[in-house]
C-alpha cells in the first residue's frame, strides 16, 4: 500500500466530496515521505496504489478519473470525468494537458499530457504517430480526423516552445490570463 485515505474532506462546487490522502511510503521520485499528506481524492478508484503515482499538493482527482503508473498530479490541477493520467506524466495545471472529444464516432474524451507528450484514448497510450497509425487501421475518417488532433496539439506546442519557452512560458501565461 502506498496511501491512505485521511478523514479530512472537501465538497467540490459541483458537490462531489473527496478526501485528503496521506503516504504511507515514501515515493523517492516526488520527494514524499510516508505521513506526508497530499492532495484529494473521490476514492481509492482515483490514484492507483501500484507504481509510484501520486497526488500532491491541492490537487484534485475525481470522477471516473485515474492517476496511474509513475504520474503525479499537483499543484491545483484538477482531473475528472473519464481522464486518465499515466506513465511519467505530471500534471500541475490546466496548461500541462488538453482534452478533446471524438465527435466524429463514438464520442469519447481523450486526453494529451504535455509534459511527455503523450495520448490516452481509451486503452490506447501512446504517442501522436503511434495514436494516427493506429486509427488509420480503424478507418480513414478515424485515422484523418485523429490526425488532424495531434498535428494541431504538435502546433501549439511549438508555438509554446518557440514564443514563451515551454514550461517557463506556461507560467508567464498563467500570470496575464488571471
Avoid at 2 to 8: I, S
Avoid at 45 to 57: E, I, R
Avoid at 66 to 79: I, L, P, S, T
Wanted: charged share 30%; hydrophobic share 35%; net charge negative.
Amino acid at each position: 500500500m502506498k496511501y491512505e485515505l485521511t478523514d479530512e474532506k472537501m465538497v467540490t462546487p459541483a458537490g462531489a466530496e473527496l478526501r485528503r490522502i496521506r503516504a504511507v511510503r515514501d515515493i523517492p521520485r516526488f520527494g514524499v515521505k510516508a505521513g506526508d499528506l497530499g492532495g484529494w481524492v473521490g476514492s481509492e478508484k482515483n490514484l492507483s496504489q501500484k507504481g509510484d503515482a501520486w497526488v500532491g499538493g491541492n490537487a484534485q482527482v475525481g470522477g471516473n478519473a485515474g492517476v496511474g503508473d509513475n504520474a503525479q498530479v499537483g499543484g491545483n490541477a484538477r482531473v475528472g470525468g473519464n481522464a486518465w493520467v499515466g506513465g511519467d506524466a505530471r500534471v500541475e495545471g490546466d496548461a500541462d494537458y488538453a482534452v478533446y472529444k471524438n465527435t466524429w464516432s463514438s464520442g469519447r474524451w481523450f486526453m494529451y499530457t504535455r509534459s511527455d507528450r503523450m495520448w490516452r484514448v481509451g486503452c490506447f497510450h501512446g504517442t501522436g504517430e503511434e495514436l494516427i497509425a493506429k486509427a488509420y487501421r480503424d478507418s480513414e475518417l478515424s485515422g484523418r480526423c485523429y490526425e488532424a488532433v495531434v498535428r494541431a496539439q504538435e502546433a501549439i506546442d511549438a508555438a509554446l516552445d518557440e514564443v514563451v519557452g515551454g514550461k517557463a512560458g506556461k507560467e508567464k501565461n498563467d500570470e496575464t490570463e488571471g
